[in-house]
């Protein structure tokens, strides 16, 4: 007796079709922005031994607290491939037990990486020709952002579609400082190294648009408010306010 196949509806194809491309996509944003990472911190923090790099007071060897921050985010890029990893493998269960370990990951990385911002400005420790306690309000703006985020994204984390936008926006909210520091681009100043990190939501918002055929609006709400973020910082950081505010993290007198 003959079978008679039924074909499937085409929006199921769709799906899947839909499903595998995501796969592919997030897993190579995974490995780029790691790669924009590693390149902008070999000279100051994975290869700082080859370049014979010091700090601002000479010290060839980092802080302790410095190493801290640097291990903590790079667990962070370590645990981003991961997590693209396991769902591009359909490991659900995996990625969400280690979901939580990112979660208190980015906690203690939104203390240290405050902490650490906190440090310099005291030391003085910021780009050339860049006030310290102005300068201050970027990194702050980076943690807060980041913390926003990752909040979000463990909120809406039954939300498949809304959750990978949110994770991947908490990481391209940090990506900045390794951007920075990529050959010839300090210089641009927060609005061109920021600008620059903001590639990589342009090449998301594109993704969604190409195969949804929309913006999600984890990426039409988030990235409005990271992208609106930084000319808020700069603002902020050139008033009265954010200078007390600064001075009194820092513990300078008024």
């Given at each position: 007796?003959?079978?008679?196949?039924?074909?499937?509806?085409?929006?199921?194809?769709?799906?899947?079709?839909?499903?595998?491309?995501?796969?592919?996509?997030?897993?190579?944003?995974?490995?780029?922005?790691?790669?924009?990472?590693?390149?902008?911190?070999?000279?100051?923090?994975?290869?700082?031994?080859?370049?014979?790099?010091?700090?601002?007071?000479?010290?060839?060897?980092?802080?302790?607290?410095?190493?801290?921050?640097?291990?903590?985010?790079?667990?962070?890029?370590?645990?981003?491939?991961?997590?693209?990893?396991?769902?591009?493998?359909?490991?659900?269960?995996?990625h969400r037990r280690l979901g939580i370990a990112g979660v208190l990951l980015a906690a203690v990385m939104t203390v240290v990486g405050a902490t650490t911002a906190i440090k310099a400005?005291?030391?003085?420790?910021?780009?050339?020709?860049?006030?310290?306690?102005?300068?201050?309000?970027?990194?702050?703006?980076?943690?807060?952002?980041?913390?926003?985020?990752?909040?979000?994204?463990?909120?809406?984390?039954?939300?498949?579609?809304?959750?990978?936008?949110?994770?991947?926006?908490?990481?391209?909210?940090?990506?900045?400082?390794?951007?920075?520091?990529?050959?010839?681009?300090?210089?641009?100043?927060?609005?061109?190294?920021?600008?620059?990190?903001?590639?990589?939501?342009?090449?998301?918002?594109?993704?969604?648009?190409?195969?949804?055929?929309?913006?999600?609006?984890?990426?039409?709400?988030?990235?409005?408010?990271?992208?609106?973020?930084?000319?808020?910082?700069?603002?902020?950081?050139?008033?009265?306010?954010?200078?007390?505010?600064?001075?009194?993290?820092?513990?300078?007198?008024?």
């Amino acid at each position: 007796m003959a079978t008679v196949s039924t074909p499937q509806p085409k929006w199921q194809h769709v799906a899947v079709a839909t499903g595998a491309y995501d796969r592919i996509f997030y897993s190579g944003m995974a490995v780029a922005m790691a790669v924009t990472v590693f390149i902008g911190f070999a000279p100051t923090f994975y290869l700082r031994f080859y370049f014979h790099a010091t700090t601002v007071s000479g010290a060839t060897s980092l802080s302790r607290l410095a190493q801290l921050h640097g291990a903590l985010f790079s667990s962070w890029v370590v645990l981003f491939m991961i997590q693209t990893s396991l769902v591009a493998k359909h490991s659900v269960a995996m990625h969400r037990r280690l979901g939580i370990a990112g979660v208190l990951l980015a906690a203690v990385m939104t203390v240290v990486g405050a902490t650490t911002a906190i440090k310099a400005a005291a030391r003085g420790a910021t780009p050339p020709g860049a006030n310290a306690l102005a300068f201050l309000a970027i990194p702050m703006g980076d943690m807060l952002m980041f913390s926003i985020f990752v909040a979000a994204a463990f909120f809406w984390r039954r939300n498949r579609e809304a959750h990978k936008r949110l994770m991947l926006l908490a990481y391209i909210s940090i990506i900045a400082a390794a951007v920075a520091r990529l050959p010839g681009i300090l210089p641009l100043g927060p609005l061109g190294f920021y600008g620059l990190a903001f590639i990589f939501l342009l090449i998301a918002v594109v993704y969604d648009r190409v195969s949804r055929h929309r913006v999600h609006i984890a990426y039409i709400w988030g990235g409005a408010l990271l992208v609106a973020s930084v000319p808020l910082r700069l603002t902020v950081s050139g008033t009265g306010t954010w200078r007390a505010i600064a001075q009194f993290l820092v513990g300078r007198p008024g």
